[in-house]
T-cell receptor, first 115, second 114 residues
Framework: DTGVSQDPRHKITKRGQNVTFRCDPI?????LYWYRQTLGQGPEFLTY????????KSRLLSDRFSAERPKGSFSTLEIQRTEQGDSAMYLCASSPGLLNTGELFFGEGSRLTVL | DQQVKQNSPSLSVQEGRISILNCDYT??????FLWYKKYPAEGPTFLISISSIKDKNEDGRFTVFLNKSAKHLSLHIVPSQPGDSAVYFC?????????????FGGGTRVLVKP
């Protein structure tokens, strides 16, 4: 399978705990995006990387959120001191970058439940 | 500030009939528009797109229409099939901005009845 993969698919945690999600993009894609989707809403942009550089962060990305893409391949999204409002589906997407047709390729998402 | 809006949260249609999904946007810098389909427990998958230099794009049973003056686009599915039952998201991007990030609408849930 050469699509975008995300791990874990589901995470249940207690409020105040830290969680980390991993995304492996399509191998030749140099752009990687994180989105968040809550129930009944469309995906909301969080941040994106061009290779290893994080080039834009949404104001939705509070100080408790940090994303990295250290070698320009996989990415991690960490949420510290989770709150119940962080419960959502976290979607990762990738695109070819300069050859981009505009389409983003999404993974299946990581669902976070904060109790 | 919701820049992309899908005002119909749900749509029910009989198999074989036409499904029409609507989307409005406010940002005049958007120049590329896409429709994504999402099944439960899966990520969104790309369906069809249209550039602002066109007013129509067809791909099989799917046609997207763009009315730039009205900042409105629509997706037509003809004929609708039960497998089309899913949530459909309209998305837009500004190709002149860095990153080509997509801004999504809230989605329309389509149910195609056999």
């Amino acid at each position: 399978d050469t699509g975008v993969s995300q791990d874990p698919r589901h995470k249940i945690t207690k409020r105040g705990q830290n969680v980390t999600f991993r995304c492996d993009p399509i191998s030749e894609h140099n752009r990687l995006y994180w989105y968040r989707q809550t129930l009944g809403q469309g995906p909301e942009f969080l941040t994106y990387f061009q290779n290893e550089a994080q080039l834009e962060k949404s104001r939705l990305l509070s100080d408790r959120f940090s994303a990295e893409r250290p070698k320009g391949s996989f990415s991690t999204l960490e949420i510290q001191r989770t709150e119940q409002g962080d419960s959502a589906m976290y979607l990762c997407a990738s695109s070819p970058g300069l050859l981009n047709t505009g389409e983003l390729f999404f993974g299946e998402g990581s669902r976070l439940t904060v109790l | 500030d919701q820049q992309v809006k899908q005002n119909s949260p749900s749509l029910s249609v009989q198999e074989g009939r036409i499904s029409i999904l609507n989307c409005d946007y406010t940002n005049s810098m958007f120049d590329y528009f896409l429709w994504y389909k999402k099944y439960p427990a899966e990520g969104p998958t790309f369906l069809i797109s249209i550039s602002s230099i066109k007013d129509k794009n067809e791909d099989g049973r799917f046609t997207v229409f763009l009315n730039k003056s009205a900042k409105h686009l629509s997706l037509h599915i003809v004929p609708s099939q039960p497998g089309d039952s899913a949530v459909y998201f309209c998305a837009a991007s500004d190709h002149g901005a860095a990153g080509n990030k997509l801004t999504f609408g809230g989605g329309t849930r389509v149910l195609v009845k056999p």
